[in-house]
């Protein structure tokens, strides 16, 4: 049961970190999306002008192109990909890797995925996006000596920590697990992730069913009732709870 709560969080972990890339402004604050056709006359008429990308274009680019990641539409973002490629605007250069990292997820590359992050990292040392990105593919791959560092540094971000605590409990780093589900209580509640982590900690082997429990009705009390996150959680109740009777119906046999 354990090890397939531990997949599911890391599927869940993986299927967002695409998002990890996106633009740090508010939407509200880069305007509206821009559709392909508007794209490409914002780039004719240099109002969007690549060679001397700026940050919030740059943004406004990324903000409009991901849609087109997700829907499939990925010829259209390879073009532009490449020509913000040829740029020598910073900008530009950091916006085709992020792209491409964007695009390498919905393709399941992951090798595309860590070169992409690793040379915005060359550029960027300090890029947060890069690092949590990182972290999680070397979790999905059982590279927790790899992860670890990446997510320790962004450990801010609750997915990031949810990812550090997975990472360690695979290590058999249990007092380090023990100290952060402790430290981060009140993150757990708010962050199903955290908490959903935080349980298979304390259901393992069924050692802490109640505190488990705990935890992720805690946290089940806090989402919409028809969210993924929920659902999630409910599963893992169910779960646990029938695992707790059938040990105590063995114990009673015995």
Not at 122 to 142: F, H, M, T, V
Not at 190 to 214: G, H
Request: charged residues 25%.
């Amino acid at each position: 049961m354990l090890s397939k709560l531990k997949m599911i969080l890391i599927a869940l972990l993986l299927n967002g970190c695409a998002s990890t890339f996106s633009a740090k402004t508010a939407p509200a604050e880069l305007g509206p999306q821009l559709a392909w056709d508007e794209i490409l006359l914002q780039l004719q008429t240099g109002k969007i002008d690549i060679k001397k990308l700026s940050n919030h274009d740059a943004e406004r680019l990324e903000q409009s192109l991901r849609p087109m990641i997700k829907k499939g539409d990925w010829a259209r973002v390879s073009y532009i990909m490449e020509r913000l490629r040829r740029s020598p605007a910073p900008h530009a250069k950091i916006l085709s890797l992020n792209l491409g990292a964007q695009l390498a997820f919905e393709q399941k590359d992951f090798m595309l995925v860590e070169k992409n992050a690793l040379a915005i990292l060359e550029i960027q040392p300090d890029n947060n996006s890069a690092k949590l990105s990182l972290g999680l593919i070397y979790l999905y791959g059982s590279q927790f000596a790899k992860a670890i560092p990446y997510l320790n540094d962004v450990k801010d971000n609750p997915k990031a920590l949810s990812a550090l605590i997975s990472a360690h409990r695979q290590t058999e780093n249990n007092d380090l697990v023990d100290a952060l589900c402790e430290k981060y209580q009140e993150e757990a509640s708010q962050t199903w992730e955290i908490a959903y982590n935080c349980s298979l900690f304390e259901a393992q082997n069924m050692q802490s069913p109640d505190k488990a429990l705990k935890i992720l009705n805690a946290s089940l009390v806090r989402q919409p009732d028809d969210s993924d996150a929920s659902r999630e959680l409910r599963k893992a109740i169910t779960q646990i709870e029938v695992a707790r009777i059938q040990k105590t119906r063995n114990e009673e046999a015995m």
